[in-house]
């Protein structure tokens, strides 16, 4: 037995005993973006027990200024953010039992995983998948930790059912537009400063010390200076959707569901088929070798170039349309080649 | 008048009466918003119709997605 956790341990908050309840947890991260590379690192440095992690994307360049589980390799190989998370997790911390899972976190999926966790980390790019989050942790009675930030700027709120209010409750209405990676950049230290606050609310959770937790609505510009903290309690809607008296979960139900969406930070489109799908990645190359442009394969995942398009096929179907923010025009371009 | 927007003494332009106005000076009022006045969280309602006084402290939270 060697003595990795002993300066957490010797944190009174947290002790021999706390230590021990954080080594039976299981979390479960939507994303291994830029909040996910931090979370995942801290918790797995932590000793948490079991971490499932989940992304859909694949690592770019673009990302390595800031996701800090990345290499220049994974990024030359176009390796899945999952995949390459993982790699580098089990580096760290080779006793965490880690579930790398590539694929796109909606309602079928994210209802099947939060039935094994005792906590979700919000990591994700968008407030679709945020709002399914949501309903699925009201649902099944689960905690979840928003996060979020964009260029200087971060936000963070803490969810635990049957308490707080719940992000229907603050939002409404799915936030649309807005700034994103995009158009505003996003600065590392921005990033840091939201997986810090996650992942003190995560570890409060996870060794039992609820009265501990923030109960506020964080958020802080690193650049301008400001920080502010809000009571939301008031909040609380008794006729959420979500979490009220009458509950419908409006955003688990099939036609709240979008199947085209635009990716945040990237001139890029995702398309998912309607029906769960497995892609022969093998006999997709040959069509695609045909063609003009360029092909590139590996277990994962098939990047196509064709100027000034990039298509890439994923396994479970999914196709990243790059070069485009244009839903129709992506779809065209999926339809010509993909059928 | 002077305000104390998110930890610092601000001097709003003439034109600014209520929480929206403030909203709509930082370009905001389109996003999703909590506001809070002198430790009093406002509905989504009452920044139409909330006046600012002088030296209000005010905490403005937006939200936003990237990750
Ligand atoms: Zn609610």
Known sequence: MNNRYSRQELFLPIGKDGQERISNKHVLIIGAGALGSGCAEALVRAGIGQLTIVDRDYVEWSNLQRQQLYSEDDAKNRIPKAIAAKNRLLAINSSVVIEAIIADASVVELEDWVKKVDLIIDATDNFETRMILNDVSQKYSVPWIYGACVGSYGISYTIIPEKTPCLSCLVETVPLGGLTCDTAGIISPAVNMVVSYQISEALKILVGDLDSLRNKLVSFDLWKNQYSAIQVDKLKKEDCPSCGNERTYPYLSFENQTKTVVLCGRDSVQIRPSLPTIRDLEALEKVFAKQEGTVLRNPFLISYNVEPHRLVVFKDGRVLVHGTKDISEAKALYHRYLG | ?67
């Open chain 2, 1 to 67: 008048m002077k305000v104390l927007l998110n930890g610092e003494w601000i001097q709003l332009p003439e034109h600014i009466i209520n929480v929206s106005d403030v909203l709509k000076h930082y370009d905001i009022h389109q996003r999703h918003v909590v506001v809070e006045i002198n430790g009093e969280i406002l509905t989504k309602l009452e920044h139409q119709n909330t006046r600012l006084a002088d030296k209000d402290r005010i905490e403005i939270v937006h939200f936003v997605g990237g990750g």
